[in-house]
């Protein structure tokens, strides 16, 4: 089984839209993959990285908090063309209380596992590393509604 490449279809402000995504569980990676990682596991570890910044890696941006919450929610509208279905329509309503907490802390485990590959320049340094070493929640500085990113897996 071959690892996924990842790509976004809606502007978040954390990765670009329509251009792979490189972590240690895409296809950028393949070395690094684990088929017994799930479409979940996939999920969860892209949730976990949306409040971290990008530090430059391939597919990543730096957008503000206020500019992903603004994408967060125009999102919602966004409509695919296929089946002409709207995010708002088909993904089920956010959750609170202790069902997010345990969400979060899974997201937060699987980020640190799970790690944006540095980009090498023509020098062989390193171009940009993600530090995953703070603590972050899902629901601090980035809207919930990230928890439905509309992503595509090939």
């Known amino acids: 089984m071959k690892p996924p490449s990842i790509i976004l279809l ?17 296809g950028h990676h393949p070395e690094t993959w684990q088929p017994s990682w799930s479409i979940r596991t996939a999920l969860l570890a892209i949730i976990g990285f949306m409040p971290t910044k990008g530090e430059g890696a391939i597919g990543s941006l730096d957008y503000t908090p206020e500019e992903r919450r603004a994408l967060a929610k125009k999102s919602q509208d966004f409509c695919c063309e296929g089946c002409g279905s709207t995010m708002k329509n088909v993904l089920l309503p956010l959750k609170s209380g202790s069902d997010s907490s345990q969400a979060d802390q899974e997201a937060k485990e699987l980020a640190r596992q799970i790690s944006f590959k540095a980009e090498i320049n023509s020098s062989g340094k390193t171009i940009a590393e993600s530090d995953l070493n703070h603590s972050f929640s899902l629901n601090d500085d980035i809207p919930t509604t990230f928890q439905g990113a509309t992503a595509s897996t090939s």
């Open 10 to 26: 809606t502007a978040n402000g954390r990765f670009e839209v329509g251009k792979k995504i490189c972590l240690s569980i895409s």
